[in-house]
C-alpha cells in the first residue's frame, strides 16, 4: 500500500496557515502585465560596494563555517554600529549572535524562550512570521489590536490589560511596523518601557527597518533606561543596504540568552554564509552613504503614494518608517481580500489584504512602496480605475 505522506506532517505544521502574501506574490509571477506592491522587498540591488566585497571573498576562498556567533570582526561592527546608533554597548565577544536574517533570529529566539503553551503578545497588524514562528515553537500568539486612531502604536494601556489578561511572559515588538508603517515617539518607548518593568515582561524588539524612518528618527527601544537587559534585539542587513538574498542578520542580548540561542543555532544554521558576513563587514563600515540614497527615494515615493492616496478618496495613516502604506477600503464595502483579488484580477494591481497581518488588519490594504516611481504612479492610476468601477 502506498504511504499518504499527508498523514505524517505533525498537527503544528499542518494547521499553520501558508503565508498569503506568498500566495499573492505567485499569482503576480503568473501574470507578466501586473505590478506587484505586494512583495516587501528593496527594488534596489545591493550597493556596489558590498557586492565587491562579497566577490573578492569568495575569490579569496572565504567559502568556509565561522564561529557559530558569526566572524568577531562582524559582532565588533555590529556593537559600534548598536553604540552609535542606539547609544547602548554590547558585548561582541558574548551578547551578539549572527543569524541568517531575522527570520532564523526569530525562529531561534522563540525556540529558546517558549515552553508549550507559553504566550506572546503581538501587537497588530503585524509582520506575517511573528504568529507562525511562535506557534511552531509550541508557544500561543496573543494579538494586541493597533488602530489608524493611535497611529498603529501599541498603548501602554492595552500592553498592560493584555499581560494581566494571557499572563504572557513576552512581547514582540515590531517597530517601525511592517505593514502599517508606524513608529514608536519617545513617549510611547518610555511609556511601554514602564509597563515592560511592571510586568516583568521579556521584551522582543524587531528593529529592522529601524534605519527607513522618514522626518522623525526614532530611538531603539534598548535606548530607553533599565531595558537593554530585558530585551531581545533583532535587526539585520536585508532592508537598509537591499541585502535580502544575503540572508543575513544578528541579535543583541544579554549573554545568558545569546549562550542559549547559540545552542539552537549551532544546530539548526551553525553559522551565517561566511561572504554574507564578509559583505556586512563593507556595508557597515561604508555603506551609510548608500543606505541614505535609498532612503532618500524611498522617502520620495512615500510621498507621491500618499498624494495619489488622497486624490483617489483612499484614506491613509502616513506612514513614518519602513516601506509600506496601509490605506483603509473600508468604505468601499469589499473585504481587504476581495479588494486584493479584484484589484489584482481585472486591474493587475497585486497588493497584499490586511487581513494578512491580524483580525485588526481588516479593512485596509499594504501597498509597498519599494518600487520604482513609474510603476508606482501606473499602479495609481489603475487603482482610481478600479475604484471608478465600484
Ligand atoms: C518586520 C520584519 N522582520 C523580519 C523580516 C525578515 O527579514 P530577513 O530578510 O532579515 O529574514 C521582515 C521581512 O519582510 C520584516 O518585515
Keep these: 500500500m502506498p504511504i499518504d505522506c499527508t498523514t505524517r506532517i505533525s498537527r503544528r505544521v499542518a494547521n499553520l496557515q501558508p503565508s498569503p502574501i506568498r500566495r499573492f506574490f505567485g499569482l503576480v509571477e503568473s501574470m507578466p502585465d501586473a505590478i506587484s506592491l505586494s512583495i516587501g522587498e528593496p527594488d534596489f540591488v545591493t550597493p556596489w560596494r558590498v557586492r565587491e566585497t562579497g566577490i573578492f571573498s569568495i575569490e579569496k576562498g572565504h567559502t568556509h563555517y565561522t564561529s557559530n556567533l558569526g566572524l568577531l570582526e562582524l559582532r ?28 532564523e533570529a526569530l525562529d531561534l529566539v522563540m525556540r529558546t524562550l517558549l515552553n508549550g503553551g507559553d504566550r506572546v503578545l503581538i501587537p497588530q497588524p503585524s509582520y506575517v512570521a511573528y504568529p507562525a514562528t511562535v506557534e511552531l515553537a509550541g508557544g500561543v500568539p496573543v494579538p494586541v489590536g493597533t488602530c489608524a486612531a493611535d497611529a498603529f502604536q501599541l498603548t501602554a494601556e492595552a500592553l498592560d490589560h493584555a499581560a494581566r489578561e494571557s499572563g504572557a511572559q513576552t512581547v514582540l515588538l515590531g517597530y517601525p511596523n511592517n505593514p502599517t508603517g508606524a513608529i514608536l515617539p519617545p513617549e510611547r518607548l518610555a511609556s511601554l518601557a514602564a509597563v515592560a518593568e511592571a510586568r ?22 534598548v535606548a530607553q533606561p533599565g531595558m537593554r537587559d530585558r530585551t531581545i534585539l533583532l535587526n539585520g542587513f536585508s532592508k537598509a543596504f537591499a541585502m535580502t538574498g544575503w540572508r543575513l542578520g544578528y541579535i543583541a542580548a544579554p549573554a545568558e540568552l545569546i549562550a542559549a540561542m547559540n545552542k539552537v543555532h549551532s544546530y539548526t544554521a551553525i553559522c551565517a554564509p561566511m561572504m554574507a558576513q564578509k559583505a556586512a563587514i563593507e556595508a557597515l563600515q561604508r555603506g551609510a552613504d548608500d543606505v541614505e540614497l535609498m532612503r532618500a527615494e524611498y522617502d520620495q515615493r512615500r510621498r507621491v503614494l500618499l498624494k495619489r ?31 486584493a483579488e479584484r484589484l489584482l484580477m481585472e486591474h493587475r494591481v497585486a497588493v497584499v489584504p490586511g487581513n494578512a497581518f491580524g483580525a485588526s488588519g481588516e479593512g485596509y490594504i499594504r501597498c509597498c512602496y519599494a518600487t520604482a516611481l513609474p510603476l508606482i504612479e501606473e499602479a495609481m492610476t489603475r487603482m482610481r480605475n478600479f475604484l471608478d468601477t465600484l
Design 76 to 103: 565588533r561592527e555590529i556593537a559600534k554600529y548598536l553604540q552609535q546608533r542606539c547609544g547602548v554597548d554590547y558585548n561582541p565577544e558574548t551578547e551578539i549572535l549572527v543569524t541568517v536574517g531575522v527570520s
Design 200 to 221: 516583568d515582561l521579556l521584551v522582543i524588539a524587531d528593529e529592522i527597518y529601524l534605519e527607513l524612518t522618514y522626518g522623525r528618527t526614532p530611538a531603539s527601544f
Design 309 to 339: 492616496f488622497a486624490a483617489i478618496g483612499l484614506p491613509c495613516f502616513e506612514p513614518e518608517g519602513a516601506f509600506y502604506a496601509f490605506p483603509s477600503i473600508a468604505h468601499t464595502g469589499l473585504t481587504s481580500v476581495e479588494f
